[in-house]
T-cell receptor, first 116, second 118 residues
Framework: AQKVTQAQTEISVVEKEDVTLDCVYE???????LFWYKQPPSGELVFLIR??????QNEISGRYSWNFQKSTSSFNFTITASQVVDSAVYFC?????????????FGKGTMLLVSP | DTAVSQTPKYLVTQMGNDKSIKCEQN?????MYWYKQDSKKFLKIMFS???????INETVPNRFSPKSPDKAHLNLHINSLELGDSAVYFC?????????????????FGPGTRLLVL
């Protein structure tokens, strides 16, 4: 069973629009971590945020905000006033500790295209 | 002063050849990883080393052999390359790879090596 689901394969918006990228995860662990990574067209993977399962406080960083809701097993990412430079593939990832070692399970990614 | 670096950035080779990808991190991290990103952008863990010790070995063909000469380096050697090996290979590192006291360290990724097998 897929552990991290990013149902939106591709999203297109016009600059200055707000956009939310969805992430739904599945785990039996009570302790886990969730991540978002950005992969711009240049190809590198850029870390955006880490959130542990005990901290449901939403986080805001500039135009980026994250909404973590354990009740719905979701960790959604919102970009406010999107810009062309936000165009990228965004990955949500889950880390569980049940194996004793940390491994990242990635979703399939959401490609965001912001046009001028 | 790149944190996680990989060489080469691009690798084009013929089927059946043997090739290596190198990874180095200068973050002082104890754990390093290899991930494969396929043509559909799906990222999957292949291997992980903690202080030169192999700790994660996913279902990967034996043609893939990682080697960690020291904790700052993790190389990936691929024998008898096949068309299906074409992908982007990412190296990553984290401070600690073991699940200790529920603390997970963030993995930082290298720029990727784009391998094309013809």
């Amino acid at each position: 069973a897929q552990k991290v689901t990013q149902a939106q394969t591709e999203i297109s918006v016009v600059e200055k629009e707000d956009v939310t990228l969805d992430c739904v995860y599945e785990t039996r662990d009570t302790t886990y971590y969730l991540f978002w990574y950005k992969q711009p067209p240049s190809g590198e993977l850029v870390f955006l945020i880490r959130r542990n399962s005990f901290d449901e406080q939403n986080e805001i960083s500039g135009r980026y905000s994250w909404n973590f809701q354990k009740s719905t097993s979701s960790f959604n990412f919102t970009i406010t006033a999107s810009q062309v430079v936000d165009s990228a593939v965004y990955f949500c990832a889950l880390s569980e500790g049940n194996s004793g070692y940390s491994t990242l399970t990635f979703g399939k990614g959401t490609m965001l295209l912001v046009s001028p | 002063d790149t944190a996680v670096s990989q060489t080469p950035k691009y690798l084009v080779t013929q089927m059946g050849n043997d090739k290596s990808i190198k990874c180095e991190q200068n973050l002082g991290h104890d754990t390093m990883y290899w991930y494969k990103q396929d043509s559909k952008k799906f990222l999957k863990i292949m291997f992980s080393y903690n202080n030169k010790e192999l700790i994660i070995n996913e279902t990967v063909p034996n043609r893939f052999s990682p080697k960690s000469p020291d904790k700052a380096h993790l190389n990936l050697h691929i024998n008898s390359l096949e068309l299906g090996d074409s992908a982007v290979y990412f190296c990553a590192s984290s401070q600690e790879g073991r699940w200790l006291a529920g603390d997970q360290e963030t993995q930082y990724f290298g720029p990727g090596t784009r391998l094309l097998v013809l």
